[in-house]
């Protein structure tokens, strides 16, 4: 029996294996270890290639055995290039070609390299039938591979892990989650009638884009708090801005596109994050000082947010419920807030000046303008719920 399930003859049989090499799904995790080796001190060419090599034959495995199950033993698919015997060919090849490189990998690095690396092809194996049919390992199962190949990718050169190295696999796994979150709802109608249990058909398409958008949050977030920290680069956080944007547009779009949108957001945070560590533009650089401003410093901080609170309350015309909130919060906020200044808890020194009923001008707006941004922030997503909840219906 042949290779190839359409046509006969080596041409075929190679049109049909080189079917199986998804650019879109592999050039990610290609990227996530070539952005390893480079995290590295010192940058071995041809340890990098080995360790592509490695995920490279991974990932087919995955295809194959994605195809060969969804085809020709579930029948979801509709076509597959490959006969039954020519995926298990394939396989076996690839099976081979992957721990030929491991045992290499292994024997030129050490075996943490080869513990490192052999996920890539457990993942991928056993993706279809075991993994892809329970919600959490169905979701991150690719971003795993994806975290797992930068970090074996940065450990192959250096031969030890960094604090930094590990953070960006466990940014990469959980924003990535989000995204596959997302992927997945493409599907959720069929995936719902042949009870596979994504996440979009255990919320629901709607709440799980709203988790999906948790978990891209988290991990954005993460950027910046380690930028903050000084685990990653001063300009890594430019990253993460640059993907909230692309997630931003990609909201409110329907899930084929938004995954397109977030795929190449993906691309763009990798590529900002290769520049913030290889380039480092703003090592040196102070941030901005606005203490010029003198005694205003700290109410031009409070005009920023109070702007920003009251374009909320005008979204959500949630005016009457932050007054409320206010008007509760504030006589317990005065006492506290009046106590441990008195007690000298802490201190203001970029203020104007100006006391009122004991404690600075500046608190009182503070107590104001910090209630009715919370208010603010949380109309607006009850309104976004609301509406989830009326799109998705009794049954969402």
Known sequence: MAIARHGAGTA?????????VHPVFMLPPLAASAFGAVLATE???????????????GLYTAHLKDGYVDFHLRGEDDDHPLSARGC???????????????????????PVAGLLTLPGWLIGYLHAPQLDTNPVTATAGYPAGIALALVGGFYVQAETLTPMVLAFGGIFLVALSGVKVIDDSKDHEYDRSIDKRTVAVVLGPERARSFAYVLMGVGMFAVVALAIEGVFPPSAPAAALAFA???????RVPPTLATMLLVRGAYLFLALLVTAVWFQPLAGVALPDITVLGGYTYLATEALFGSAAALLLWRTGAWWAAARTVAVVYPVAYVWDWYTLEVGVFSIPMRTGVELLGIPLEEHLFMLVVPAFVVGVHELLRRESDELERRSGPNG
Do not use: E, M, N
């Open 12 to 20: 075929a049989d190679l049109r049909a294996l080189g079917s199986q």
């Open 43 to 57: 940058f071995t060419p041809w340890l990098a290639g080995l360790h592509l090599l490695a995920v490279f034959f």
């Open 88 to 110: 298990r060919l394939a396989l076996l090849g690839s099976s081979l070609g992957f721990f030929l490189v491991l045992a290499a990998i292994t024997y030129v690095v050490g």
């Open 245 to 251: 944007v692309v997630a931003g547009l990609a909201y």
